[in-house]
């Protein structure tokens, strides 16, 4: 370590001289080097926090934003500190992550890496924490290439927290693409993992492909029939919006909420006859998804809607499948 670093109790402060090191990189002399690498070890979570505004006063193709990135790659305290919510909200967590990995590319394999350790007898506190996992997670589906995690999603299949598990399942099932994989957790019991991984296939094209969304058709959750009907309207199955009018005709308030829900989510203006109809039910949940998906598909075709749903919400960042 060099000189020590000078006292810097305000942020203003600490701005600054992180501002001044990324200025001073390239002048002759300089120990810009040693001080960005003492104030990122003195205080990992402070220095993530804060280099991504400093940053953007730094010229797209500086060196020191090189530099900056191997650096944070290297830090083995990086992954707990994306995993705080104390230190930075979960985008600004993936915007650094995804900054890091267009330069540092094995990033989502020290994720990977770093959910394991919350694993086995002796765990890191930290990577044992559910919710911190799910904000890993999330910031794996931002920057993974996809199946070189898989390995490590796979043992967080069985995980004891149900939220962690579906999220596991869906990435693994997003990044392998796979029919069959899926196809194994169609038996799954906790619905949410049912509902996820059909999900993931969203967008595939592989053989056997829409056989699995139509075994799933046949399921008894709502959530799981939706995400299959939405997949087959993906893959231009002519029969899904047949299957979405007659989902919105349910006996089940549940699944009606989700044909609406889906509806909204595919855009399509040929859905709207059905979303007035379904303004009118009974249930406030079902009424809500079908405001939603109103005003969703209002936005995306600018198509004027009747007066009576004009005052339509705008689109909620809440899935209420």
Same mark, same amino acid.
């Given at each position: 370590?060099?000189?020590?670093?000078?006292?810097?109790?305000?942020?203003?402060? *600490?701005?600054? *001289?992180?501002?001044?090191?990324?200025?001073?990189?390239?002048?002759?002399?300089?120990?810009?080097?040693?001080?960005?690498?003492?104030?990122?070890?003195?205080?990992?979570?402070?220095?993530?926090?804060?280099?991504?505004?400093?940053?953007?006063?730094?010229?797209?193709?500086?060196?020191?934003?090189?530099?900056?990135?191997?650096?944070?790659?290297?830090?083995?305290?990086?992954?707990?500190?994306?995993?705080?919510?104390?230190?930075?909200?979960?985008?600004?967590?993936?915007?650094?992550?995804?900054?890091?990995?267009?330069?540092?590319?094995?990033?989502?394999?020290?994720?990977?890496?770093?959910?394991?350790?919350?694993?086995?007898?002796?765990?890191?506190?930290?990577?044992?924490?559910?919710?911190?996992?799910?904000?890993?997670?999330?910031?794996?589906?931002?920057?993974?290439?996809?199946?070189?995690?898989?390995?490590?999603?796979?043992?967080?299949?069985?995980?004891?927290?149900? !939220?962690?598990?579906? !999220?596991?399942?869906?990435?693994?099932?997003?990044?392998? !693409?796979?029919?069959?994989?899926?196809?194994?957790?169609?038996?799954?019991?906790?619905?949410?993992?049912?509902?996820?991984?059909?999900?993931?296939?969203?967008?595939?094209?592989?053989?056997?492909?829409?056989?699995?969304?139509?075994?799933?058709?046949?399921?008894?959750?709502?959530?799981?029939?939706?995400?299959?009907?939405?997949?087959? *309207?993906?893959?231009?199955?002519?029969?899904?919006?047949?299957?979405?009018?007659?989902?919105?005709?349910?006996?089940?308030?549940?699944?009606?909420?989700?044909?609406?829900?889906?509806?909204?989510?595919?855009?399509?203006?040929?859905?709207?006859?059905?979303?007035?109809?379904?303004?009118?039910?009974?249930?406030?949940?079902?009424?809500?998804?079908?405001?939603?998906?109103?005003?969703?598909?209002? !936005?995306?075709?600018?198509?004027?809607?009747?007066?009576?749903?004009?005052?339509?919400?705008?689109?909620?960042?809440?899935?209420?499948?």
């Amino acid at each position: 370590m060099g000189r020590p670093l000078p006292v810097l109790g305000s942020q203003q402060d *600490y701005q600054a *001289y992180l501002e001044e090191c990324l200025r001073s990189f390239d002048q002759p002399g300089s120990n810009a080097r040693s001080r960005l690498r003492d104030l990122l070890n003195s205080d990992p979570a402070r220095f993530c926090a804060s280099i991504l505004p400093a940053l953007a006063k730094v010229p797209e193709d500086a060196p020191v934003r090189q530099f900056v990135a191997g650096l944070l790659a290297a830090s083995e305290h990086l992954p707990a500190v994306l995993a705080d919510p104390a230190v930075m909200s979960l985008r600004e967590a993936s915007a650094l992550a995804s900054w890091i990995a267009r330069s540092e590319p094995a990033l989502d394999l020290k994720l990977a890496r770093w959910l394991l350790s919350g694993l086995g007898k002796c765990p890191d506190p930290d990577a044992a924490n559910p919710a911190r996992i799910l904000r890993i997670l999330d910031i794996l589906a931002a920057v993974s290439e996809g199946q070189r995690v898989v390995s490590a999603l796979v043992q967080l299949l069985r995980h004891s927290d149900p !939220k962690v598990r579906s !999220k596991a399942t869906m990435l693994a099932g997003r990044f392998l !693409k796979s029919a069959q994989w899926v196809e194994r957790w169609l038996t799954e019991p906790d619905s949410r993992v049912r509902a996820n991984v059909v999900e993931s296939l969203w967008g595939a094209q592989g053989p056997g492909v829409t056989e699995v969304f139509k075994t799933a058709l046949r399921d008894p959750n709502n959530r799981v029939v939706g995400n299959a009907i939405v997949g087959l *309207y993906m893959l231009g199955d002519p029969t899904a919006s047949e299957l979405l009018m007659e989902m919105a005709r349910h006996k089940s308030a549940s699944f009606r909420a989700t044909a609406a829900w889906a509806m909204g989510f595919l855009e399509d203006p040929q859905f709207l006859p059905a979303l007035g109809r379904l303004l009118k039910d009974k249930e406030g949940l079902v009424r809500r998804n079908a405001l939603r998906a109103l005003a969703r598909i209002r !936005k995306a075709t600018g198509q004027s809607l009747p007066q009576t749903v004009s005052a339509a919400p705008q689109e909620s960042s809440t899935d209420t499948r």
